[in-house]
């Protein structure tokens, strides 16, 4: 029996607001003493009222919008019930029959032009718990992360796979960032996530009882305890015995095995009923247009304009766009930078060249220059294992350095070793290092033949390789004028003057 795997997924984001969902304490508690950050409200104290926090609400409403929900125009909080150490109040502040977004759709590139469009159940607004520690015996806990604001995005069973799973979190990760709501960082708990898989008999449409998988941590054990249970219950369904009931489990990343933990509860356990001491929620037409006019370009519409407008192929845009750390010296993200660098080239260029020109050139070569910069800018951070923050020459000099390059005023070596010491020197341009180095390109025949007829003349037994067939040879000449001219020749013309030597 041919079997497929069916796999919906649960994700907790947390949201980074200045103060937490329901109350005005600190919403950063990274690092904070434990239980230092609370108050009556977030602990749960008898009296007390909640008070949404406005900018998780709108927060939350993009985040809709940004994964394709229609946003219900009612929407409501909810008592969620149940009984555990880190929930003070004996029930979770949540939304249940009205959340904020419904009937999503989010894709999902799986590599090259394969694309599948993922559905998204709903998405909610609710409060975080405190945090459990347990040492030896003992168990401790700290209320600091108790009402943080937390998104719960549900997706339809609509996965297939556990890398499927895997590249749908990166990719909601990286629209979080985009959108500014959440670092969504899983090794910190801003992104977690419960996987909800069984299987069937491919061709098949019903759903058959399903396993939730919790205490998943990062991406690559995402994609583990999937796999790990897919063949879990694989070898239950070779041996007659498919899984009877909605069940959860654990993950243990050290056993590298999900551990069966209880029956999982249906919504009726819960004893949901509407939160009385804060009004429904009434969302306009013309507010939802206002949060959607605040959404910034995502990064499925910012790679595709990258590969439209600039010519790059998806994977140079892929590596451009998913950075988004500022640089402190810049304030701004990779993708933004390497804009400007390439503006900034632009502009510089038309200082050397009529419009005309230059409209000509841009038009003809703007694809050519685009994927050079990426490339330049890529290979710096790759070689040198920076981020953004390690690239802390201005992206105008940087635009004006690789003018140079190009336009052959300088080599490509040159620019490597030019921007080597722009990154020690921030405030110094190019020419200016260009100038005192003496570091401008050897370019006419008239400078660089007499150099070359020197090097052909000392070296009689490559010449006469050369002129026996083994062409590979004009390699050794151009290195030794490179040598000659420490780097300032440009190899094209170098390879041209020698071509046109061997010949007489």
Known sequence: MKLEAIIGLEIHVQLKTKSKMFCGCNNTSEGAAPNTLICPVCTGHPGTLPVPNTQAIDWAVMSALALGCTVNEHSKFDRKHYFYPDLPKGYQISQYDEPIGVHGEFVVSAGGDTERVIGIERLHLEEDVGKLSHVGKDSFIDFNRAGTPLMEIVTEPDLRSPEEAKDFLQQLRLTMRYLGVSDADMEKGELRCDANVSLRPVGDEKLYPKTEVKNVNSFRNVERALAFEIERQRGLWEQGKSPAEHTTRGWDATSQETVEQRRKEAASDYRYFPEPDIPPLHFTREFIAAI????????????????????????????????????????????????????????YGANEKSAVEMEAFWKERRDDVARFIAKFLLNRISSERREIMGLPVKPENLGRLLWMAYSSTITMSTAAELYEKMVDNPNLGPHTLVKDAGLTTMGSAQELEPILREIVDKNPEQVAKYKAGKIAVLQFFIGEAMKATRGKAQASVVKSILEGIFKE
Request: proline share 7%; net charge negative; no cysteine.
């Open 292 to 347: 959607r006019a605040q959404t910034p370009e995502l990064p499925d519409a910012r790679r595709a304009r990258f590969v439209s407008m600039y010519g790059l192929t998806a994977a140079l845009a892929d590596s451009l766009i998913k950075d988004v750390a500022r640089a402190p010296q810049h304030d701004m993200p990779f993708w933004k930078y390497f804009e400007e660098v390439l503006t900034e080239f632009r502009e």
